[in-house]
């Protein structure tokens, strides 16, 4: 550091003390402060830092986000919002469940209720309950206490920290973790961050618009031992294909003989067929199976507590003599994990959570809001497909009722996606998956009438 740096501080009072001090000597003094001043600037000029971020590329845009920003800017009085990953109601507006309005109330009116913080592992009363939610009360993992759980940010969070424990814990070097094609875009991008090897397996056939399972066991047969297989519990995103039971048979199968590990990502349980266990049936026919497995649980939409971020991370060891052993040796690192990552999760979320999940009324209740969301994305389906059918739009539209979930491949090409959006106001991703909630007894006829304009006009 150049010695014409270091000057000394100015006074505070520097300015009060000029008026008892003679003209000439404050002249001097200003003067020798200013010359400091500038040699201290200059120096300063000559020897600037590096500056280490100038070729920090411009990134692009989260196309979703940015899809939502684009249709909020939108005055045309008919748009329509099919890029949105949350549930609307009938009027296209957000839906507080009446439920959650309960358990927020039951909350705010606890004389007890403070803010500190949760544990690092998070609220002990919601990570049980939402293990038992998604292993099903009875399961052989938590009767024999190789089940271990963390409270996240969400599913994404959970996601994150199933990563990050598999890039710290696995033999090196790391195995891939194959994603399915397509997949949530966000996938790519979490295991990116953390630096694992991804791969892809055939998921979605474009010809059939339904799973394409040969493609799937082909590749996974192939894939080297102990890697990772990502897989959508139910409500698959983007495509809203899921496996058949039977099919899932044939997975799991995979994954033992290949000595696979499955990440099952939970994000839609109960919102898919409004039966928690429906949705749930591959998680725990995986675990019955005996294989090990980890899992990441979202609340966002089946309690519709998007913005809350109340998540579960779960590790179910395989059962033998040193399962519960290797359960609490992974807790305990999941812990460390957590607290560099996060500390300690939010609570409000995760109280409302478990305010429901531990009453059985609530709980109750809490199924029957879940019927109302996914009966009425199941009555859109029916009503889109119909109107299809009286425009007898080219192409087959079965897939739009035989897709289950919040979205839907409509499998119309990038595009008609920016035509319909240019000349009809409809707003969907550019890989033409629509969300069933943004559609309404309102606008599911004019929807029709678009995609059917797009269909035939554009190629
Ligand atoms: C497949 C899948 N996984 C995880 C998430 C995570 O959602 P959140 O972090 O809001 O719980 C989503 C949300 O869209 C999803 O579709």
């Given at each position: 550091m150049p010695s014409s740096s270091k000057i000394s501080p100015i006074p505070a009072d520097s300015r009060s003390s000029s008026a008892s001090a003679s003209a000439a000597s404050t002249h001097t003094d200003t003067n020798a402060r200013l010359s400091q001043i500038q040699q201290h600037t200059m120096g300063s000029i000559s020897n600037?830092?590096?500056?280490?971020?100038?070729?920090v590329p411009q990134a692009p845009e989260d196309p979703l986000f940015g899809l939502m920003a684009a249709y909020r800017k939108d005055?045309?009085?008919?748009k329509v919002d099919l890029g949105i990953g949350a549930y609307r109601d009938n009027n296209a507006k957000p839906w507080v469940l009446p439920v959650v309005k309960k358990a927020d109330k039951i909350l705010r009116d606890d004389p007890d209720l403070n803010h500190e913080y949760l544990p690092i592992a998070g609220l002990p009363e919601f990570t049980l309950a939402a293990q038992k939610l998604i292993l099903g009360p009875d399961s052989p993992a938590i009767k024999e206490g190789r089940a271990t759980s963390l409270q996240t940010i969400s599913g994404t969070g959970a996601v994150h920290l199933g990563g990050l424990f598999l890039s710290r814990f696995l033999p090196k070097p790391t195995p891939a973790i194959y994603l399915s094609?397509?997949?949530?875009?966000?996938h790519n991008q979490i295991f990116t961050n953390i630096g694992m090897p991804i791969k892809s397996y055939p998921?979605?056939?474009?010809?059939?618009?339904?799973?394409?399972l040969d493609g799937l066991l082909s590749t996974l047969k192939a894939a080297p031992e102990k890697s990772i297989v990502l897989l959508h519990?139910?409500?698959?995103?983007?495509?809203g294909v899921d496996p058949t039971q039977d099919q899932w048979k044939q997975i799991a199968e995979v994954c033992r003989e290949r000595s696979l590990f499955p990440f099952f990502d939970c994000a839609y349980q109960g919102f898919a067929s409004g039966d928690l266990a429906t949705d749930n049936w591959a998680i725990r026919y995986f675990v019955e199976q005996g294989l090990e497995l980890i899992i990441a649980q979202s609340f966002a939409k089946n309690f519709g507590l998007y913005g809350e971020r109340a998540g579960a991370f779960h590790f179910v060891a395989a059962p033998g003599s040193k399962a519960q052993d290797v359960t609490k040796r992974v807790a305990s690192q999941l812990a460390v994990l957590q607290r560099s990552e996060i500390s300690n999760p939010p609570a409000y979320g995760a109280r409302i959570a478990s305010i429901v999940l531990n009453d059985k009324a609530l709980f109750a209740e809490w199924e029957e809001d879940l019927r109302t969301m996914s009966g009425r994305i199941i009555e859109m389906r029916k009503s889109l497909k119909a109107e299809l059918d009286k425009l007898d739009?080219?192409?087959?539209?079965d897939h739009i009722t035989s897709q289950i979930g919040m979205?839907?491949?409509?499998?119309?090409s990038e595009a008609q996606v920016l035509a319909i959006r240019e000349k009809w106001h409809v707003y969907m991703t550019k890989n033409g998956r629509i969300s069933?909630?943004?559609?309404?007894t309102s606008n599911v006829k004019y929807v029709a009438e678009a995609l059917d304009d797009v269909v035939r006009h554009v190629k």
């Open positions: 600037r830092p590096v500056e280490l971020f100038d070729a005055t045309h009085e008919k094609n397509p997949t949530w875009a966000n998921y979605f056939s474009a010809k059939t618009k339904m799973l394409d519990a139910c409500a698959h995103n983007p495509t739009t080219p192409g087959n539209w979205f839907s491949f409509t499998g119309i069933m909630a943004g559609l309404n």
